[in-house]
């Protein structure tokens, strides 16, 4: 696992689950969050982003 300065999330459900927990304690304060995923490829691990997108894992691409 290399080294990478966002946090991982072992699965896309794990970091689903986050993003979710994560938006909804800032939208009461009235701040934007987190609002996609993707997969890191040098990690091997899941990460949050603010871009609103629903990435394909690599490993079901064609």
């Known amino acids: 696992m290399s080294e990478c300065s966002k ?3 072992a ?7 986050a993003m979710r ?3 909804r304690s800032r939208v009461t304060r009235g701040l934007t969050g987190p609002r996609g995923t ?4 040098p990690c091997r ?4 982003t603010s871009k609103a ?8 691409n064609g």
């Open 7 to 9: 946090i991982p999330y």
């Open 11 to 17: 699965s896309r459900w794990i970091a689903l689950v």
């Open 21 to 23: 927990a994560i938006a």
């Open 38 to 41: 993707y997969f890191c490829t």
């Open 45 to 48: 691990c899941w990460h949050l």
């Open 53 to 60: 997108r629903l990435q394909t894992p690599p490993w079901l």
